[in-house]
């Protein structure tokens, strides 16, 4: 590919209300994508990455705030003019023509002769591992075939970002796997600008360079790279919503250094504090299901719960427990299947124990699933 | 032939099977089969009087047909009858087109509902009455004229009747429904993701339309115009309101045959017309490249 390269992308305080609607479907959105990043908007559905999309490929322009790419104000810049381009999440392939009038779409537009079209077709199918296709219909393709049609043919305008709308969704797991590490080379080998929106985080946590998680209010959480989303979550949302958490509603009885003692439903529990919480807060305390271990003996006091073992999940290389606490709070534990661990039953009564440096305390607020 | 009568029977039980013989196999022959073909067989009978019904003269003959393309005022109005049908169904396909995708594609809610209640409502009245309704516009002491001759346009009304103006607009009014529908359900089937992509590709409008809704709405069109034109060339109230001599209509020269007590030579028109109809309906299909099977969805 020649000349491809990324643009930046800044989206400024932006807010967006729809004719007619009550509220924002986003709510002061600031999130700076850098050149050629692989930059992910993860949330749950109906939380406006859809609508953020549109407002940077130029279907919706912002009620308040700007988007800019490559320092550019694209107010007033329709979807036609903008150095985007969109690859939706049904396609929307070009049913009735070929693959190569499919990629060739955007160069047609351009006034590029029929035979350079061709030629950039087969190149564009090369680049996204699809050869020898150029002349068949759309609809003789398989779903994943049809998804680098889509690519391609969204590449071949030479954008500098490609705005991806959970593309993926429709194809069956392995195909998703798959093309998940496809999608992240061909935005390697192209250098352009990638904006993915999509509410699996297994997508968003595997393929980008940093990621947006944002609430069902319509608002960004928190923008991290996906080690640090998982493990130094800074909203009780983003702990919730980022891989599987045990949340506990509690107050924080005191404090000391980075660590804090909170009490719950099931007891003292002690984790670490990295909002500086005071006494007297609402917080919650998130123990992730791999940190939990079944305690060896009785331990005084805290971070120590007992619990009945109702049902198991052999799922291969773990096992998943759900537990239930006294306070029938239910629990999730996830054990290594590597023979350290003893086989438990259901019905059985086990102590489980979590260390303090694993637990995290987080001020009280929305959780995805409640 | 066996197996055929048991399924029937177990799907719809003997009575089942003689109530639909009954009511479909009677519509089919007497209603659609046998007026046509008598039609046919009187439109190749000369016109003879009662007495010599059955005598030697009563031979079948072409000449009933022979006499439309040689008497050329006859020949001339089944010329101008296709032409003007087929302008009626241009200018119908010109105003429906942009009125059905914004039904199909823009409008929401309440202007949804408005736009298809003005394009139904007008629908409840009377052909003829509506027809009336233009003739009242389009006269002399009508509105129209005296609009134009209030803001001083014209000094003196414009007979807006002479010639095929009046009968052409007033099909054209009057059918639109019919190309309206037809084009509506073609377009609300296509995907607007695909018209979003096509704009984020950097395509006009125009090229939009070009390239993407109508290709998709091919069928829609070909029905729309395959409706509009049978029904253009088959009106006779239209004319009849509308027009003046000079207007006439193919439909008029049957009905005066009719009228004539010739129904030898007006089944002949009447079978050209119905020929006509046909030959138009395969070069549709032709043009728009659509099968039948498609034209049946």
């Given amino acids: 590919m020649e ?52 407002l940077v490929s130029g279907f919706l322009e912002p ?53 350079k079209r061709l030629k950039k077709a087969t190149e564009l199918l090369e680049l996204v591992d699809l050869p020898a296709v150029e002349k068949k219909r759309v609809s003789d393709l398989s779903g994943g075939q049809m998804q680098r049609v889509a690519i391609a043919r969204g590449l071949a305008v030479q954008p500098s970002v490609l705005l991806l709308d959970e593309p993926l969704s429709a194809l069956d797991l392995k195909l998703r796997q798959y ?76 404090t000391e250094g980075d660590c804090a003692a909170v009490e719950t439903s099931a007891g003292m529990i002690r984790g670490r504090n990295p909002q500086r919480l005071a006494p007297g807060n609402e917080a919650m305390a998130f123990i992730r299901p791999e940190a939990i271990r079944i305690a060896a003996e009785k331990q005084p006091q805290h971070n120590q719960i007992g619990c009945r073992v109702e049902s198991l999940s052999f799922e291969g290389a773990f096992v998943t427990v759900f537990l239930k606490t006294g306070k029938e709070q239910q629990l999730v534990m996830r054990q290594p299947n590597d023979g350290t661990t003893p086989l438990l039953t259901a019905g059985s009564a086990i102590d489980i124990s979590f260390s303090e440096k694993n637990t995290l305390l987080l001020a009280s607020g929305e959780v995805a699933y409640a | 032939m066996r197996k055929l009568w048991q399924n029937a029977k177990r799907n719809f039980g003997a009575i089942g099977i003689i109530f639909i013989l009954l009511t479909v196999g009677g519509w089919l022959i007497f209603m659609i089969l046998l007026p046509q073909l008598i039609m046919l067989d009187f439109s190749f009978r000369p016109l003879l009087p009662l007495r010599k019904l059955g005598g030697p003269e009563d031979v079948y003959t072409l000449k009933n047909y022979i006499v439309l393309f040689s008497t050329p005022l006859h020949r001339a109005i089944f010329f101008k009858t296709i032409w003007s049908s087929v302008i009626v169904t241009s200018v119908a396909l010109a105003i429906c087109y942009p009125i059905s995708y914004y039904l199909a594609k823009i409008a929401r809610g ?10 139904i409502v007008p629908y409840w009245i009377n052909e003829l009455l509506r027809l009336f309704a233009w003739q009242l516009i389009l006269a002399d002491a009508g509105i129209l004229n005296q609009i134009l001759m209030g803001l001083k346009i014209v000094s003196d009304p414009i007979n ?26 073609a377009i609300e089937s296509l995907d607007t993701n695909q018209v979003d992509a096509a704009r984020d590709l950097g395509a006009s409008w125009l090229r939009i339309h070009r390239r993407i809704v109508i290709p998709h709405a091919k069928p829609g069109i070909a029905v729309g115009c395959i409706m509009t034109f049978m029904l253009a060339a088959g009106s006779i109230a239209a004319p009849q309101l509308l027009g003046s001599p ?52």
């Fill in chain 2, 110 to 119: 309440a202007k949804f509902s408005w736009l298809m209640m003005g394009l």
């Fill in chain 2, 160 to 185: 807006f009747r002479a010639g095929n103006g009046a009968v052409i607009m007033g099909m054209a009014y009057a059918y639109i429904l019919f190309m309206v529908f037809p084009l509506y359900n």
């Fill in chain 2, 246 to 297: 000079s207007s006439f209509w193919f439909t008029q020269i049957i009905y005066t045959n009719f009228e004539c007590a010739n129904w030898n030579q007006g089944a002949a028109y009447a079978m050209v017309l119905a020929i006509l109809c046909l030959i138009f309906i395969m070069i549709m299909l032709k043009i728009f490249r659509v099968s039948l099977k498609a034209l049946a969805k």
């Fill in chain 1, 179 to 254: 093309m998940r590490t496809e999608l992240r080379k061909i935005q390697k080998r192209t250098g352009v600008t990638f904006i993915y929106i999509t509410h699996d985080q297994g997508e968003a946590l595997t393929m980008s360079d940093r990621i947006g998680v944002m609430s069902a209010a319509g608002v960004i959480e928190q923008v991290d790279k996906a080690d640090v989303l998982y493990n130094h979550p800074k909203t009780a949302f983003v702990a919730d919503f980022v891989g599987d958490n045990n949340a506990f509603r509690a107050v924080v009885k005191q």
């Fill in chain 1, 3 to 54: 000349h491809v390269m990324g643009q930046d992308v800044a989206i400024d305080n932006v807010s967006m209300q729809y004719d007619g609607a009550a509220g924002f479907a986003v709510t002061d959105i600031n999130v700076d994508i850098q050149a050629g990043e692989f930059f992910s908007f993860l949330g749950p559905s109906g939380c406006g990455k859809t609508t953020l999309l549109r």
């Fill in chain 1, 63 to 115: 009620t308040k705030g700007a988007v800019r790419i490559g320092g550019k104000n694209m107010r007033g810049i329709g979807p036609n003019k903008r150095p985007t381009a969109m690859i939706f999440q049904n396609l929307a392939l070009f049913p009735l023509m070929t693959v190569a009038d499919n990629i060739g779409f955007g160069l047609e537009v351009r006034g590029v002769s029929r035979s």
